[in-house]
């Protein structure tokens, strides 16, 4: 198979896998410019299968960094009405909603971070029917990755942009098990799932305990009532999608008031494209009390102090070291691929999907019930290849989760 | 100076002599995503000169033309809110606004028709603040072109792609007289606009007379308080822009009513991406009675069709053969390039700006006073290396004005 029939088939997974467009339904596409040539793949595949229409949502990193570095910050504090309204009717049409990423994940390196967290904000509150769509399973949604050059000269900065091109669509296409058959790769990997959750949530844990070399001490609560989830998701109304590709993670969302010890960085963060390097946070009764970092010290500032809450934890999801992710030997400065080759933990929003009933309740029932709420979610790498991680019982008896980096125990 | 050194000025004339970009102004900018590179010159171009914000809206004509043969018809009568509300808000901040054309121009070639019409209208509609502050000076706004590769094929598909992209771009900045010095070339071609257009509007020319070996032979009666306009333009807040870069012709709005005889098409008419040609237009009282086409007449019809008052003429534009577009010696397949090559008339809405007070008047006092109204604009051209044309005064006698495809006179 040639690369043009393998990114074929990719595209062909992220309509009928990734955001399960079903026959007369909208398709929203969030797209770079730069990978045009995808784009107009995925288009012509959602036609294909049955959209009804596709609103693409262009954009283009170069343009929005000389925006923020031109407007001024009040610019960001609110969103144009029309675009606020964009995403809220693609929440009424019920749209499936398919976000690509393909930016220079330093585009933003430097910008002003007032601006960028404004910006965060004002879309959570000016788009609440979009966010509360999505977050609360009324919208199915996938994000995924396509190789720009300027991401592929980043992630690959020895060859030349168009070998990089090549070797980052192959190192995304590796990651997102695209074979012959992609369709079928899914289902199984999302049987493997199951069998991993399954396990997780008949042990009944009350809390994580983490240790590493470097020093990382962390106890993280766990939920009576929530559970673990990982692969695809089922929507409000019972429809299957996956809104990551590629995934590796089992994941929960965490008791927010429950988060004690330190935990040290295992891979930069990299937020709105300015990376966090060599970091450490200290935990105390669930808020981040202290923090420092080699780099970008005020882009973790600006990421915890976002809101009142951003400063607690919305996730903990366990990824082996073993994967294709980390077998690619690649670190894609891009969360979505980076998060799936290591542990990780994230400030923020929790998820409704994790918690027992959670789609019918609201986020400030969901946050008295322990699950965090906040306007961000932003994942940090703290899985080292020595990480290990005890199950703590009730009766105060642990269980090994992980030994060495790797799943303790074979489930499948 | 190399390619780019002149595409850099270029940008800059389209931003300050284009639209007039003033200090602390939004631009609104329609882009296709074929020419990002030149995009991002632009906006960066705006931001330099003072803009306080630069929205882009980006499009790709081949996903257009996805939509267009696959989504229902009633997509196509009404714009979605938000998309209206983008435009129609543009024109309540006060921004300008430029659109660089670079699509295939044959793009939309064996599209439907009648949702290619139904959007047209729906714009018209569903936009008119947004039409109504640039058809009434309210806003400044500027057309340029882009040579993307996909144009640049259509115009010569014998070179290489790359080849073909520096040939025509090398086209558009010619015929757009980019030299050391832009800005000071378009002030001197403003200033022979003026002069022409004096010598026109001292004549009081009651009507054209227009003939050709190719059999055209037609009378288009002019409005005695109408006057020609050419070059830039004054907005209604007395601010110089040029709403069409490059420009070669002066033109007025005729009498909607008084358009007699037969005309044959010097060139192509491109519409939407689809080709018609080797046409003919016989009117009668101001309105096309009868036409035919070699090909495409489908399309004229569609054209012709519209709403009521397509049928009649809009606009009629006199453009020498001699100018810096016709030496290039090439046919763009644009009308923005091809109508400042030739005369040419167009179906559709005429201009206030052409009509004493016309910018008070609203669209009905101008129909009532004889200035053409609708929701289209259709250039078509007829200025052969032969034609000549005779101006009637109002004691029936006759003074040149071309002779042979150029001016009878010179003025200057």
């Given at each position: 198979m040639d690369l043009e029939q393998r990114i074929e088939k990719y595209a062909e997974l992220l309509v009928v896998k990734g955001c399960a467009l079903e026959q007369g339904q909208e398709l929203y596409l969030n797209a770079p410019v730069q990978v045009v040539g995808f784009v107009r793949t995925l288009v012509k595949k959602a036609y294909e299968h049955g959209a009804s229409y596709v609103t693409v949502n262009?954009?283009?990193?170069?343009?929005?960094?000389?925006?923020?570095?031109?407007?001024p910050l009040e610019r960001f504090e609110h969103l144009p009405e029309w675009s606020a309204e964009r995403a809220n009717s693609m929440a009424r049409n019920g749209a499936a909603v398919l976000t690509i990423l393909s930016e220079d994940p330093l585009v933003m390196r430097g910008a002003d971070q007032a601006k960028l967290v404004a910006r965060t904000v004002a879309a959570h509150v000016d788009c609440k029917e979009y966010y509360d769509a999505i977050d609360f399973g009324k919208m199915r949604w996938c994000i995924a990755g396509a190789a720009s050059e300027q991401w592929a000269t980043r992630v690959f900065p020895e060859t030349s942009p168009k070998e990089s091109v090549a070797r980052l669509w192959n190192a995304v296409l590796d990651a997102s098990r695209v074979d012959e058959d992609p369709l079928a790769a899914w289902d199984k990997h999302q049987s493997s799932f199951a069998a991993r959750k399954q396990w997780l949530n008949d042990q009944h844990f009350v809390a994580l305990h983490y240790t590493a070399s470097n020093g990382t001490d962390l106890?993280?609560?766990l939920l009576d009532r929530a559970h673990w989830e990982g692969g695809g998701q089922e929507g409000a109304d019972g429809i299957y999608f996956f809104p990551n590709i590629p995934t590796e993670e089992v994941f929960t969302s965490p008791d927010r008031m429950h988060v004690d010890g330190i935990v040290y960085?295992?891979?930069?963060?990299?937020?709105?494209?300015?990376?966090v390097e060599d970091f450490w946070i200290r935990f105390e009764g669930g808020r981040a009390i202290d923090y420092g970092a080699r780099e970008g010290a005020d882009i973790l500032k600006g990421i915890i102090e976002t809101d009142e809450n951003s400063c607690r934890l919305g996730e903990c999801a366990l990824v082996p070291f073993k994967s294709p992710i980390r077998n690619t030997g690649i670190l894609f400065y891009e969360t979505l691929f980076d998060e799936n080759a290591s542990c990780h933990l994230a400030f923020g929003k929790g998820f409704p999907e994790c918690y027992e009933n959670g789609y019918e309740m609201s986020c400030l029932e969901l946050l008295n019930a322990g699950v965090n709420d906040s306007a961000t979610h932003v994942d940090f790498m703290i899985g080292t290849p020595d990480i290990n991680i005890k199950g703590i019982h009730a009766d105060g008896s642990t269980t090994n989760v992980f030994v060495n980096g790797n799943w303790a125990h074979d489930v499948l």
């Open positions: 262009w954009h283009d990193g170069l343009v929005n960094r000389y925006t923020y570095d031109n407007a106890v993280v609560g960085s295992a891979l930069p963060l990299i937020h709105h494209g300015a990376p």
